[in-house]
């Protein structure tokens, strides 16, 4: 796989690749060409040079005896990021990084699959950078982002959607989705709003008055 970028201008967003389970190359391809910035946490770094990516900056607390020069010299020019704080993962500390360096938003892939708990925890921790960066998941069968108050978008028919609340979200109102829902609330663990569809092709609008609402574009 070759290196990245053409980039079209400085709104483009980051890309950060974790060391949860691979995603399709043709996924990430297409990722890579219009990355303006790629950052790879520390423990993904050999799996990410063996596919021969260009890394821009290479972060985490560096635990496992790694030998940065190493790296300085195979990914020359390469920014090494040490990031010592264990009250905070790695992924998390990557997206401090991006808002220090004043990106508005990131892609990120190798998020999921591997360990639950870390699946679970790179999915719902996205929600605490709500009014700082714009966040999207994605892996070979979903693309994960959290939602504003108002989210309109154009969709085909039978778009599988799926909403996932992270604790408690009410004043929930859609429209083009095969299961309405009018003044509704989602509570994980209780009631989510997963397996939902696209009705017809067009906008499918989706408010909510208070929480935190994941929504999951789904590929079957």
Known sequence: MSSHHIV?????????????????PELLGQLLEWSPLVIVLDSAIER??????KVDVLLGDFDRGF??????????????????????????KAFDYLCEQNFSAVNVVWATGKRADHTITNLTNIVRYRNKLKIVILDDHSKVFLLPRRFEKWYTANT?????P??????????NLFYPLKDDSLT???RTGSSNHVVQDGLVVIEHLEGDLLLMECMD
């Not at 990410?48 to 990516?53: A, G, N, Q, T, Y």
């Not at 599988?160 to 996932?164: E, K, N």
């Open 188 to 190: 994980i663990g209780y």
């Open 67 to 92: 030998d940065v020069d190493y790296y300085k010299e195979k990914q020359y020019p390469i920014k090494i990021v040490h990031t010592p704080d264990q009250d905070k993962t790695d992924l998390e």
């Open 48 to 53: 990410v040079m063996e596919l021969d990516i």
């Open 166 to 175: 992270i604790g408690h979200v009410s004043g929930i109102h859609s429209e």
């Open 8 to 24: 079209r201008d400085d709104q483009e967003p980051a890309l950060i690749i974790a060391n949860g389970a691979a995603c399709n």
């Open 160 to 164: 599988p959607i799926s909403l996932i």
